[in-house]
């Protein structure tokens, strides 16, 4: 059975940083391209950034880009994201999936939430 587990997730202050962590179990992600999305109460989930199975192509979500860093660690089944300068409206419920995301592969996610 696959797993993806999200951390790092947590209560900060705006203009802090957090660096969330998705670790697979169950197969390797080694060959896929991995992303990260979030869900913000009451709203649709949203991509956030991407990256290319090799980790050498990355893209973001505009609201993101010049504050996230997303990478991997394919020998640890691994994705990050670090998140800098968090702004209130980053406060959401973070996920990582393969890109484009498969259904049955969502986890629970890490709460991020940012106060004002």
């Known amino acids: 059975q696959v797993h993806l587990v999200e951390s790092g997730g947590g209560l900060v202050q705006a203009g802090g940083s957090l660096r969330l962590s998705c670790t697979a179990s169950?197969?390797?992600?080694?060959?896929?391209?991995m992303g990260w999305f979030r869900q913000a109460a009451g709203k649709e989930r949203e991509f956030v950034a991407r990256?290319?199975?090799?980790?050498?192509?990355?893209r973001y979500a505009d609201s993101l880009k010049g504050r996230a860093t997303i990478s991997r660690d394919n020998a640890k089944n691994t994705v990050y994201l670090q998140m800098n300068s968090l702004k209130p409206e980053d406060t959401a419920v973070y996920f990582c999936?393969?890109?484009?995301?498969?259904?049955?592969?969502w986890g629970q996610g890490t709460q991020v939430t940012v106060s004002s």
């Open positions: 999936n393969t890109d484009p995301p498969d259904p049955g592969y």
């Open positions: 990256i290319t199975r090799r980790g050498d192509t990355t």
């Open positions: 169950g197969r390797s992600f080694t060959y896929y391209p």
